[in-house]
């Protein structure tokens, strides 16, 4: 059965993953696609969305544009990470589809409304456009079959911060609105936090695998100089390895090793089969005034705090088992778009 989905993106090179992973799976209907600023700006995000559903020669799914602030503060981006135009080395040719007219909170609230307690949603980015669409349905919480976040940090040291996770450092007070509404929601939102996503290391030899299903040879090495280009024939096994490439680049960098962490694709693939996942509720809260914690995700896992659980947060899975299915899938999709006659 197809499961229908509300994706929210800060594309992104792991956000484009997680597109890629939703688009190659025979279980995912994406309804829409929310650009949210984040890795780049919203414009920028949704200029990416556009162009991978062009190379994945996607259905017209719906892609609307988000604020281009958090609610109140600056954005930030971080192009250092994800390349100038968010997709690392990937030039991905300008689409020609058009953005939804209709802002992506409204979207939110509109398919929600649409398909009462049918939609997953699921969240890679920061958490603004989610928020404001609370503000403008604050019943969206129970209108959601379930939600699945990509954020924060709990029992782990943060990556942007030394106590905070990108995604909420982004937009703190929309994560606070975010956690602090969805208590309410008839099932807990899943939160894949850096204390798992952070074990989801991909490495060259995946990528080198994700070749292989479509039958060509793709050799990524630590040793290329930065920058190398793929010449994989078939363009998303190509696209993909060029992004991938910068992210390797930047681990390697902060002395992670050459390795990306796979945040969002993983959380994707929890959304689509929960039980991937070892999850464990507990009542988060988000930070907003520490001098020095503001925007660090805080887990009550005893009820010390004496308020309900609001979320089920994710402490464990089998990496590998992940990878086995991103491999499958995506590069299955890859063979099939281009068969090894026409990849170019
Ligand atoms: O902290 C990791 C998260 O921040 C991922 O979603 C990545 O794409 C960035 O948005
Ligand atoms: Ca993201």
């Known amino acids: 059965m197809r499961q229908q989905i509300i994706v929210d993106v800060d594309t992104g090179i792991d956000d484009s993953l997680a597109l890629l992973y939703l688009l190659a799976s025979p279980d995912a209907e994406i309804v829409g696609i929310a650009a949210t600023a984040g890795n780049v700006s919203a414009k920028q995000v949704a200029a990416n969305n556009l162009a991978w559903l062009d190379l994945c020669r996607a259905p017209d799914i719906e892609v609307a544009l988000g604020a281009s602030a958090p609610l109140a503060i600056p954005l930030r981006t971080t192009e250092d990470t994800h390349g100038p135009q968010g997709i690392g080395y990937a030039e991905l040719p ?9 802002t992506a909170a409204q979207m939110w609230v509109d398919l929600a409304r649409a398909h009462p307690g049918r939609l997953l949603g699921l969240c890679t980015g920061p958490l603004t456009n989610l928020a404001l669409a609370l503000r403008i349905e604050p019943e969206l919480p129970r209108l959601l079959r379930r939600l699945v976040i990509m954020g924060g940090s709990f029992n782990h040291p943060g990556n942007t911060t030394p106590t905070n996770e990108w995604n ?12 602090d509404a969805f208590g309410a929601a ?3 939102p899943i939160v894949c936090a850096l204390d798992i996503t952070e074990t989801i290391e991909m490495r060259p030899h995946h990528l080198r695998q994700l070749a292989e299903r479509t039958g060509s040879v793709e050799l990524v090495a630590e040793s ?3 920058g190398t280009r793929s010449v994989a ?18 681990h390697r960098h902060y002395d992670q090793g050459y390795l990306a962490h796979m945040h969002d694709p993983f959380a994707a693939a929890v959304a689509l089969d929960p039980a991937l996942a070892e999850l464990r509720p507990a009542t988060v809260d988000v930070e907003l005034t520490g001098t020095l914690t503001r925007a660090t995700t805080v887990a009550d896992w005893a ?14 899975t089998d990496p590998a088992l992940f990878f086995d299915r991103l491999v499958t899938r995506v590069g299955d999709l890859a063979r099939t778009l281009y068969p090894a006659s026409e990849a170019r």
């Open 168 to 179: 909420v450092h982004v937009d703190p007070e929309a994560a606070k609105a975010v956690f």
């Open 224 to 226: 290329d100089p930065p």
């Open 233 to 250: 024939p078939n363009p998303i096994v190509r696209h993909i390895s060029d992004a991938v490439r910068f992210y390797f680049e930047f």
């Open 94 to 102: 300008e689409s020609t589809r058009a953005l939804s007219d209709r």
């Open 303 to 316: 009820g010390m705090w004496g308020r309900e659980p609001n979320a089920d947060i994710v402490i464990g």
């Open 186 to 188: 008839p099932a807990r």
